[in-house]
């Protein structure tokens, strides 16, 4: 079974402060992890995968197999960075990835001006 | 703002009486799937389709049925028997690999008294 935890229902910080929001997995198999972000009156979309290793928006993440965590980060949070955040988590069985994703419970983040 | 549509945006209905939540895309994406969102418990999925007249019960099916006759098409019904059907339903369509990127319809509130 896969599961996602994300430990944070909702994060408080100041603009210009480092952000992080918490991602634990539990799966068996090789995972690949997504996050994806929810504005406000906004449908949801990807922010990131893992598989990219790319910096959108300011934000990353990075997958440690050794503790399944993929901690999504930004060292300056912005007032637009506010959102409801969530992990996602694909498995993969017999060498063929099934598209469906298990998400946790998402995490809203609050920027203060 | 085509792409994943979803009607109607929001729909009352009375204890008792089954209701079809419509979703439509233009994606040509093969794998379409469908979620609850409740607060405090993040998106759990309902079914997902990953062909053309093929679906699967996902984490949380009972009380719900769907169909696929088309491509674009991945219509859910609510039945009578599902317990607590007052929820927030999102629909998301992809490329059906893992990997790939979900795409989010706008959703459907459905309230149920």
């Known amino acids: 079974a896969q599961r996602v935890t994300q430990p944070e229902k909702l994060l408080s910080v100041f603009k210009g402060a480092p952000v992080e929001l918490k991602c634990n997995y539990s799966?068996?198999?090789?995972?690949?992890l997504f996050w994806y972000v929810q504005y406000s009156r906004q449908r949801l979309q990807l922010l990131l995968r893992?598989?990219s290793r790319e910096s959108i928006k300011g934000f990353t993440a990075d997958l440690n197999k050794g503790e399944t965590s993929f901690h999504l980060k930004k060292p300056f949070a912005q007032e637009e960075d506010s959102a409801m955040y969530y992990c996602a988590l694909s498995g993969h069985a017999g060498g063929t990835s099934y598209g469906k994703l298990t998400f946790g419970q998402g995490t809203i983040l609050t920027v203060h001006p | 703002d085509g792409g994943i549509t979803q009607s109607p945006k929001y729909l009352f209905r009375k204890e008792g009486q089954n209701v079809t939540l419509s979703c439509e895309q233009n994606?040509?994406?093969?794998?379409m799937y469908w979620y609850r969102q409740d607060p405090g418990q993040g998106l759990r999925l309902i079914y997902y389709s990953q062909i053309v007249n093929d679906f699967q019960k996902g984490d949380i099916a009972e009380g719900y049925s769907v169909s696929r006759e088309k491509k674009e098409s991945f219509p859910l019904t609510v039945t009578s028997a599902q317990k607590n059907p007052t929820a927030f339903y999102l629909c998301a369509s992809s490329f059906g690999e893992g990997g790939h990127e979900q795409y989010f319809g706008p959703g459907t509130r459905l309230t149920v008294t």
């Open positions: 994606l040509n994406h093969d794998a």
């Open positions: 893992h598989i």
């Open positions: 799966y068996s198999g090789s995972p690949e």
